[in-house]
């Protein structure tokens, strides 16, 4: 039986697209169906133009400017904008993935991330393949670009991204809600006592759980001066990602500050950070606080990053 091939496209401008992504190709081959799966990051090809005026804005918004970058996302909400960029944009920043999409022949398209949602539709539009394309949203909220003639469904969060979807046009019967894409390690059953004392913790002192997202565009260490002033026995697990600034300044700060502070890079171990930890503090991106649901855990958000605020 030849295999149906299967595209999973993203676009990297935060991990937690990728991740899904990566959950999505792994529950696949679990089946029993012969596959042959292709995940497609947008970005790894991607013109250095395209690279400078998509996506390092949009980073540089969120770590100084975040104001101006609510103040574009509300305008693009309201004016009911159906793209993020300009078609021509993508063709010709991302050419490599138009290839590589006309290449592979998918039968099916799987788009995790906005602009990947964008690119699929595109593509299709122009023929460099003739296959469904489903949509996946990993944010409790959805915006207009994501309505495009070409997707066929979609796959969301939250009976708000759900409604949202439907009164921009789509049809009730192409969206469906049912979560976000999680690792499923985060419903293992894993013996808490027993990995408090592998991360060397302490079962009786409070565990705070401290992540920024995949590239740390968050102010870890302002957090772990802030939680200093609980004046409580706190152990601090500080996950700054991707980003080696942000861990530096995390270290430099470890003898300063009166908390047991442990440090992270990008690691793999998340699952087992939140079966440990009370409370988690993070930038409520739609991965992460789905992840956290499986363990029940207390969490909060910060203003900085209010359009995931106030979806979560």
């Known amino acids: 039986m030849t295999p149906k091939r299967i595209a999973i496209l993203t676009l990297s401008v935060g991990s937690g697209h990728v991740r899904a992504s990566e959950v999505i190709q792994r529950a696949i081959y679990d089946g029993s169906d012969p596959v042959e799966t292709r995940l497609l990051d947008a970005l790894e090809k991607a013109r250095f133009w395209f690279l400078a005026t998509y996506v390092r804005p949009y980073w540089w918004m969120l770590h100084h400017a975040p104001w101006l970058w609510r103040r574009l996302f509300e305008r693009r909400q309201r004016k009911m904008h159906r793209s993020t960029a300009p078609h021509w944009v993508f063709r010709r920043g991302c050419a490599e993935v138009f290839r590589q999409l006309e290449t592979f022949a998918p039968h099916l398209v799987i788009a995790t991330e906005i602009g990947a949602a964008e690119i699929a539709a595109l593509g299709k539009r122009e023929h460099c393949f003739n296959a469904p394309i489903l949509a996946v949203s990993t944010d409790f909220q959805t915006e207009p670009p994501w309505v495009q003639p070409e997707i066929d469904a ?44 592998a991360l060397g913790l302490e079962a009786r002192r409070p565990i705070v759980l401290v992540m920024g997202g995949g590239m740390g565009p968050a102010p870890l260490e302002r957090i772990v001066e802030s939680l200093e002033m609980c004046g409580l026995p706190l152990q601090v697990l500080a996950v700054a990602g991707h980003n080696r600034e942000v861990f530096l300044r995390l270290e430099r700060l470890r003898g300063k500050v009166a908390l047991e502070l442990h440090l992270f890079g990008w690691t793999d171990r998340v699952p087992e950070l939140m079966a440990v930890a009370d409370l988690l503090v993070t930038k409520p991106g739609g991965v992460t606080i789905w992840s956290s649901l499986a363990w029940r855990l207390r969490r909060t958000g910060w203003r900085r990053f209010r359009r995931w605020f106030r979806a979560c």
């Open 154 to 197: 979609y796959c969301v969060a939250s009976d708000e991204a759900k409604v949202q979807l439907i009164g921009w046009g789509v049809s009730p019967n192409r969206v469906l809600n049912c979560g976000i894409p999680v690792d499923p390690a985060f419903a293992l059953p894993f013996d808490k006592p027993e990995l408090i004392q």
